[in-house]
C-alpha cells in the first residue's frame, strides 16, 4: 500500500469527487479512478459509494481514511525531525482542558526565547484520544490530569492541582456557595466527563454517594456541556481548571468539599527516539514546570 496513493484517497474523500480530487491532484480522472479501484482490490473491500456526480465512504473507507491521515501526519513528524537544524523542528504536545495548559504556554513562551526556530503543534483532546497519539508517535508530550496508567511513559507531575466542582447557572441556589457537600448534589442532575478513569477517580475522591448521583448526560468538551447548564438541564460536574475558558457571567464553579486537589501529569513514551527539539523542551519543562 503505496503513501502516495493514500493520499491520493484523503483527496477525494475530501472532495467527494473523484473529478474535482483528479483536478486538485492534476493527475486525469480515469487515472484517479484506477488507482482507487485498485486500492479497493488491495484492501479486499469496497472504500467508496460511487454516484453518476459524488463518492461518499463505506465504514471502511471511513477507518482507512482514519489510518491514512495518521501515517500522513507521522510522515510529516519524521520528515521534519530529520530535517530539522538542531536547534529547530517541532514539538507536538496533547492537552487535557486542565490548569495544566497554564504550564504549558508558561513553558512554550519561556522556551521560544531561547529557541525561536522551533515551531509547536497543539492537539487537545480526551486523553485517551492523547495517549493513542501518543502511543502512534504522533504526539512528544501529552499534559493530563491523574489517575494516569504510566507503565508505557515517562512522566513529570506538574504543580499544578485541580479541584472537583459543579459548574451551575448563576441564578442557581448553588450559585453563591463557597463549597458544597457531595450529599447535596444527590438531588441535581449531573453531567459528568465522559472518560472512565476520570469518573473513577471522582468516585474515589467523592465516596460512594456518587452511585447514587442523578447522572444525565456524560460529555468530553466542557463549552458544548455549559450549553446544557444554560439551559436547565443539569450541572457539570467538573475539575476547575476546564472552566477557565468559559467567559459566560450566567455561569459559576462551585467547589465540591472535602476531598484533596487532584494533580496535572506530563507523560511521554518510555524508549522513544526524540529529536533535539523535543529533548530540550522536556528539560525546560523539568526546570519551569515540574518536580
Not at 509547536?120 to 501518543?134: G, H, K, Q
Not at 471522582?202 to 446544557?228: E, P, W
Request: aromatic content about 8%; glycine content about 6%.
Amino acid at each position: 500500500m503505496e503513501l502516495r496513493v493514500l493520499k491520493y484517497f484523503t483527496v477525494v474523500a475530501a472532495e467527494g469527487s473523484i473529478t474535482r480530487a483528479a483536478e486538485r491532484l492534476f493527475i486525469t480522472q480515469p487515472t484517479l479512478s484506477r488507482q482507487m479501484a485498485e486500492l479497493e482490490n488491495e484492501v479486499g473491500s469496497p472504500l467508496l459509494v460511487r454516484t453518476n456526480r459524488s463518492v461518499s465512504l463505506t465504514a471502511a473507507g471511513e477507518l482507512l481514511l482514519r489510518r491514512a491521515e495518521e501515517m500522513i501526519a507521522l510522515e510529516d513528524k519524521i520528515i521534519d525531525e530529520l530535517s530539522s537544524s538542531p536547534f529547530g523542528g517541532t514539538v507536538s504536545l496533547g492537552l487535557a482542558e486542565s490548569y495544566s495548559a497554564n504550564a504549558v504556554a508558561d513553558v512554550i513562551s519561556v522556551f521560544r526565547t531561547k529557541y525561536p526556530s522551533v515551531k509547536f503543534d497543539l492537539f487537545t483532546a480526551t486523553a485517551d484520544l492523547v495517549l493513542e497519539r501518543i502511543d502512534k508517535g504522533l504526539v512528544d508530550i501529552g499534559f493530563l490530569l491523574e489517575p494516569v496508567d504510566v507503565e508505557k511513559y515517562d512522566f513529570v507531575r506538574l504543580k499544578q492541582e485541580e479541584r472537583i466542582g459543579i459548574l451551575v447557572r448563576a441564578d442557581s441556589a448553588l450559585a453563591n456557595r463557597a463549597e458544597i457537600l457531595p450529599e447535596e448534589l444527590l438531588g441535581e442532575p449531573l453531567i459528568v466527563p465522559v472518560r472512565r478513569e476520570l469518573r473513577q477517580n471522582f468516585r474515589n475522591i467523592i465516596g460512594t454517594v456518587y452511585d447514587r448521583f442523578n447522572i444525565v448526560a456524560t460529555f468530553n468538551v466542557i463549552n458544548n456541556a455549559s450549553l446544557l447548564v444554560l439551559r436547565g438541564v443539569g450541572s457539570v460536574l467538573v475539575i476547575e481548571g476546564a472552566t477557565q475558558y468559559l467567559r459566560d457571567p450566567s455561569l459559576r464553579f462551585v467547589p465540591v468539599a472535602g476531598h484533596p486537589p487532584m494533580r496535572c501529569i506530563a507523560v511521554w513514551k518510555k524508549f522513544q527516539p526524540s529529536g533535539r527539539a523535543v529533548s530540550l523542551f522536556l528539560d525546560e519543562l523539568a526546570m519551569l514546570g515540574g518536580h
